[in-house]
C-alpha cells in the first residue's frame, strides 16, 4: 500500500504559468481532499470531493479547480498562478467523512515567481 | 458551526519534561476528535482518535490525550518528551459534515 501520494514534489513557477497537481490513493477512499498550508495559517481546505466526479469548494477555492474523474484521482490546478499560490499543498483522503481518520499525502511545495 | 482552538503556537520543553498540548473545541453533538503531528518536510499522520468510550485514550509514540466535556477540551499529553518529538501538532474535530475542523497548530521545540 502506498497510501496517499503526490506529484511532483516541488515545483517553481512564473507568475501566470499553469499547472496541475496529482493526488492518487490506493485504499479505495470516497473523500479527498486539498489544503494548502501557509507559515501561521495551519491548514487551510481549498477544494475537496465525496466521490468520483463530484467537488466541492473550501475554504479558499479561488484560483483553483479539481476534478475527480477516478474514484483513486484528485487533481488540483491553477490556470494562472499567481505569487499568493506559493505555499504547500496537502493532499488527504479517508473512508467515513469527517468522522474518520485522514491520511495524509507527503505534500507538493510550490513556488510562484 | 464546529471549530477548534489550539492557544499554544509555540510550545518549548526540555527532553525528558513532561508535556501538555491544549485544545478546545466548539460541537454541538458528540465529537470525534483526533491529534495529528507533522514532521518537518513531512504529511500529517495520526497520533490518536477519540469516538467514544474511556475518556483516556493512549495514541502511537507514547501519547495520551483525554477527552472532558465538560471543558471542552482534549489535551495531548506525553510524560516524558524525546528530541524525536519536536514538531506541529494539529487539533482536529469531525462529525458535523464532510469537513473536519482543524486547529491553527502548536510547534513544539524540544531543548536538550
Known amino acids: 500500500n502506498a497510501g496517499v501520494t503526490q506529484t511532483p514534489k516541488f515545483r517553481v513557477l512564473k507568475t501566470g504559468q499553469s499547472m496541475t497537481l496529482l493526488c492518487a490513493q490506493d485504499?479505495?477512499?470516497?473523500?479527498m481532499y486539498w489544503y494548502r498550508q501557509d507559515p501561521g495559517m495551519g491548514l487551510r481546505l481549498i477544494h475537496y470531493?465525496?466521490?468520483?466526479?463530484?467537488?466541492a469548494k473550501g475554504e479558499v477555492p479561488d484560483g483553483y479547480n479539481v476534478s475527480r474523474l477516478k474514484k483513486q484521482n484528485f487533481l488540483l490546478g491553477l490556470e494562472s498562478a499567481a505569487p499568493s499560490q506559493t505555499s504547500v499543498y496537502f493532499c488527504?483522503?479517508?473512508?467515513?467523512?469527517?468522522?474518520?481518520?485522514?491520511?495524509f499525502g507527503p505534500g507538493t511545495r510550490l513556488t510562484v515567481l | 458551526a464546529q471549530s477548534v482552538t489550539q492557544p499554544d503556537i509555540h510550545i518549548t520543553v526540555s527532553e525528558g519534561a513532561s508535556l501538555e498540548l491544549r485544545c478546545n473545541y466548539s460541537?454541538?453533538?458528540?465529537?470525534?476528535l483526533f491529534w495529528y503531528v507533522q514532521s518537518p518536510g513531512q504529511g500529517l499522520q495520526l497520533l490518536l482518535k477519540?469516538?467514544?468510550?474511556?475518556?483516556l485514550v493512549q495514541g502511537i509514540k507514547g501519547f495520551e490525550a483525554e477527552f472532558k466535556r465538560s471543558q471542552s477540551s482534549f489535551n495531548l499529553r506525553k510524560p516524558s518528551v524525546h528530541w524525536s518529538d519536536a514538531a506541529e501538532y494539529f487539533c482536529?474535530?469531525?462529525?458535523?459534515?464532510?469537513?473536519?475542523?482543524f486547529g491553527r497548530g502548536t510547534s513544539l521545540i524540544v531543548h536538550p
Open positions: 477519540y469516538f467514544s468510550g474511556d475518556t
Open positions: 460541537y454541538g453533538a458528540t465529537p470525534y
Open positions: 485504499m479505495n477512499h470516497e473523500y
Open positions: 488527504a483522503s479517508n473512508a467515513l467523512a469527517s468522522t474518520d481518520t485522514q491520511y
Open positions: 482536529a474535530v469531525g462529525g458535523g459534515s464532510y469537513i473536519p475542523t
Open positions: 470531493s465525496v466521490g468520483e466526479g463530484t467537488t
